[in-house]
């Protein structure tokens, strides 16, 4: 088992910054790619921004040039820095894993609202 654990979300203006992070534990030894998916009210989860362990990123277009997400190896920690925030980012930020074989493991969930 893999357990994620963020932490960061919160409460900002338009045009405001936010930085979520999120630590892996357990058995974290064979995870080959972590990220972030975002989840708004009434709206089906989607991908915000992926790192796999050969570092190269992919981000959704709604938030590309925005959103920088990134990974200490050695701290088994992914970060999701959020710059230029808009209210339409507003949604729960869930972590994921996912481990060699397909195994898909997710955080509880980090509220981020955006107010205009």
């Known amino acids: 088992q893999v357990q994620l654990v963020e932490s960061g979300g919160g409460l900002v203006q338009t045009g405001g910054s936010l930085r979520l992070s999120c630590a892996a534990s357990?058995?974290?030894?064979?995870?080959?790619?972590m990220g972030w998916y975002r989840q708004a009210p009434g709206k089906e989860r989607e991908l915000v921004a992926s790192i796999p362990n050969d570092g190269i990123t992919t981000y959704s277009g709604a938030v590309k040039g925005r959103f920088t997400i990134s990974r200490d190896y050695a701290r088994n920690t992914v970060y999701l820095q959020m710059n230029s925030l808009k209210p339409e980012d507003t949604a729960v930020y869930f972590c994921h894993a996912r481990r060699v074989g397909g195994l898909d493991y997710w955080g509880q969930g980090t509220q981020v609202t955006v107010s205009s």
């Open positions: 357990g058995m974290i030894f064979n995870i080959n790619a």
